[in-house]
């Protein structure tokens, strides 16, 4: 008898697994109710780096990266990015003509930004530090000189005398 008993409880449990029940489909009062899935967030392949807000010399930086010094010639950009990842979201960006690579370093000697319409030319350099990799930027086109100004008042901006003495020599130190 327990062999019956062990057969029948098998059955019933065969039974109880394969039974299912129809869906039911929701009705709008339940919909309502429902709390709705959150969206699922963009997500970048790997080695993809996200364009953040800042630019420097028109170029926007990658959000992972920040600014550690900027002038109105040179920029210098640091953050814990893949240098070769860099290089390509530099490459995307720019019109380049041809790239240098050296030990630890790629060259960009002379871009134009796409989409830009300015007589500005940069040229950039991503340099892998290990941890931390750099993004040197330099503007190769300096500004248009100022037009009607006299000899000695060129000198006098240049910070020198029409002999070439410094106007303040205390400037320097």
């Known amino acids: 008898m327990t062999r019956w008993a ?3 409880l098998a059955l019933l449990t065969l039974l109880g697994c394969a039974r299912s029940e129809t869906a039911r489909p929701i009705q709008h009062d339940q919909a309502k109710d429902s709390v709705p899935l959150p969206a699922t967030p963009d997500r ?34 640091v953050g814990p990015v893949r240098a070769d990842d860099l290089s ?11 790239v240098e690579m050296g030990e ?15 007589p500005r030319a940069l040229r950039v350099e991503v340099v892998d530090g290990g941890f931390q990799t750099r993004l040197l930027l330099q503007n190769l086109v300096s500004r248009a000189p100022v ?12 910070g020198m005398t029409p002999k070439g003495q410094l106007i303040d020599p205390n400037s320097l130190e």
């Open 147 to 158: 037009e009607g100004l006299s000899e000695d008042e060129r000198w006098r901006r240049a």
């Open 6 to 8: 062990s057969v029948a």
């Open 44 to 77: 970048l392949p790997p080695g993809r780096l996200l364009e953040g807000e800042r630019q420097v010399f028109g170029l926007r930086i990658p959000r992972d990266m920040s600014v550690v010094s900027e002038t109105r010639q040179t920029a210098e950009v």
């Open 88 to 98: 390509d979201y530099v490459r995307a960006r720019v019109l380049v003509n041809h």
């Open 104 to 118: 630890g370093r790629i060259i960009f000697p002379q871009v134009k930004l796409r989409g830009d319409t300015s």
